[in-house]
């Protein structure tokens, strides 16, 4: 394969001296995966509210060779895309914005496109051993609306048996005619999930999915843990402790369960919260860094001893994060003073094509077992606000801790 022994130490690791990215077949990642993914990134898109109208053009300036197909329409007669590229025979396919509010990965699909259709030896390894089947935006209309569901209210991730949606039926097709041998089910999750119980956010987490009750692990099972581990490992050198394993209870009418019992490995990411990092876009790096370090381990074809113990050693998801939380407030209650705790969680509100997050609260009580991204410890501050002076469930996050400090929208007003 391609060895290069050219390499110099950096701070990534080892690095190539040479122009082009090779990789090499000792075990220290030669990959410079920041500077690939600065190359490639599309400048044209940012944040959470991604739309058709965003990537159309985009995609139609990839268009170099008929890669771009109209596969169908959604429900609202939006066009749903499709880009292929590569002539290989592994054959992957990837669709995106499945859920119309989870764009992080769209964002990070179209990065890896612009790598595919680069200059870089790399890119062109890809091209000869993969063919890339991807869907950028399963459902453009709760794209456009910033809902997960389509525009019929629909969840298409519990729709992969029943069918009922035009836009479920699209991927099941492409599923049957395209014959993949990976399938990439790529999302979103909310700001709620750490790594276990370790107070760090689940930056990414990642699935092989289930394909009975019993979430028996069989070979296609493997074949995708085995590339979540490569891709743990990748990840870890950059945000230790920040990937998490997603739960695999079985459901059937999930897409990544539906196509993992049909056969095919299936791997689902959850691009999820970086500190300070509501608009993704240090997210969408990491994705981009495990889509490129995943297909290099398909490439290499690695075989590496313990990867369900290393796949198990994830550790799990964990709903147990909240946007904000206040400590140790002093409150009047019935009127007597006592101590509590609460915490705060951004609704993400479409109002004039803009993402707005509004910070309410969302819980009171103890929270000895939650973490916040922002955490304020009161020192037992009087809690106050312009209504009852007690926090109330579903509140705005405005008020004041003491005479001196105002939170507006969850922050302290400087
Ligand atoms: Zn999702």
Redesign the pocket.
Known sequence: MFTKLNFELNQYGYSCKCKDVYFCKCKKQSMNYEKIFSQNKEEKIKGRYITLEDIEPLLKKLNTGNQLQIIGKSVLENPIYSYQIGTGKTKILLWSQ??GN?STTTKALIDFLNFLNSPSELAHQFLEFFTFYSIPMLNPDGAKLYT?ENVNKVDL?RDSQNLTQPESIILRNIYEEFKPDYCYNL???RTIFGVADTGKPATVSFLSPSYNEERAINGNRTKAINIIVRMNEVLQQYIPGQVGRFDDGFNINCIGDTFQSMGTPTILF?AGHFQGDYEREETRKFIFFALLSGFIAIYENVIVNNEIVDYMNIPQNNPNFFDFVYKNVKINYDSSELITNFAAQYKEELINNKIFFNAFIVKIGDLVDNFGHIEYDADGKIYSDSNQNIPNLNQKADFYLGKKIEIVNGLIKL
């Open positions: 499945m859920h989870e997960r991730n999302h979103d999750q959850e």
